[in-house]
């Protein structure tokens, strides 16, 4: 990696909680246009990790050690994947992250966080 270049996750929040009985057609056209998305991002050596998407369910567990459900309410909030992307600085990875196909749903956010070397 360029030294000038530094690591940026995108945190994608929100998304379509029927994906998974979606018609099997617009699940190849969201995939095609990730999958475009993500290539296009490492033919210029933007992309670190596509990452993964997330269950929209799961549990939430405190300091204290109590697990709750993550309720339905809490949706557009609800971290649903990330990428792990190449940039300057945090307008170069705020650029890229405005082109992401998470922006096809509704209410979709997508917050950009610097890497910190370890």
Avoid: H, N
């Amino acid at each position: 990696m360029e030294k000038s270049m530094k690591e940026f996750m995108l945190i994608y929040k929100g998304g379509d909680p029927d994906w998974k009985d979606a018609p099997a057609e617009k699940k190849q056209e969201v995939m095609a246009a990730w999958g475009q998305w993500m290539e296009a991002l490492g033919s210029k050596g933007q992309l670190v990790t596509g990452g993964s998407p997330l269950d929209f369910a799961g549990k939430r567990v405190t300091k204290d050690g109590v697990i709750t459900d993550i309720a339905a309410s809490e949706f557009k909030e609800l971290v649903s994947g990330y990428s792990i992307i190449k940039a300057k600085d945090y307008a170069e990875a705020s650029q890229i992250a405005k082109t992401c196909p998470i922006f096809r749903m509704k209410e979709a956010i997508v917050e950009v966080r610097g890497v910190t070397p370890m």
